[in-house]
């Protein structure tokens, strides 16, 4: 898997200090420019449309509605772990219905729309 936080990560390699000069080393294929900041960002003909990818992944949002199911699986496992004479029951519910809230979460704000 490539590194997507290195700006040129799609098409070929380019160097930093070519690329401050204005001048870029691509692959045979390749199309590329240097932006203001001085990084150069290569990309394929292929992969124009794409465009260049971001360095993380995923909406505010979506990363919200995980993290409320991963709390929700927690809550529950750990209920079933730590009661004293068995399973707390009453937390146990409460956490199901944490993890089913994170998933109506993530249909409602169409997280899985958002992998790249």
């Known amino acids: ?3 997507q936080v290195d700006p040129a990560t799609i ?3 380019a160097s930093r200090g070519a690329a401050a ?3 870029v080393m691509a692959g045979p294929d390749a199309s590329a420019h240097v932006d203001q900041r001085g990084h150069a960002a290569v990309a394929h003909p292929a992969n124009a449309a794409i465009g260049p990818y971001p360095s993380f992944h995923g909406r505010r949002i979506s990363w919200i509605a995980v993290c409320v199911v991963t ?3 927690l809550i529950s496992g750990l209920s079933l772990i730590f009661g004293h004479h ?3 029951w009453w937390l146990f ?3 199901a219905g944490v993890a ?3 998933v109506l979460m993530t ?3 169409n997280t899985f729309q958002d992998w790249y």
Do not use: E, K, R, S
């Open 93 to 95: 519910w409460t956490g």
């Open 21 to 23: 000069q204005g001048q």
């Open 107 to 109: 249909i409602v704000t």
């Open 11 to 13: 098409g070929g390699t």
């Open 86 to 88: 068995g399973p707390t």
């Open 100 to 102: 089913v809230l994170g």
């Open 71 to 73: 709390a929700g699986f």
């Open 1 to 3: 898997m490539a590194n």
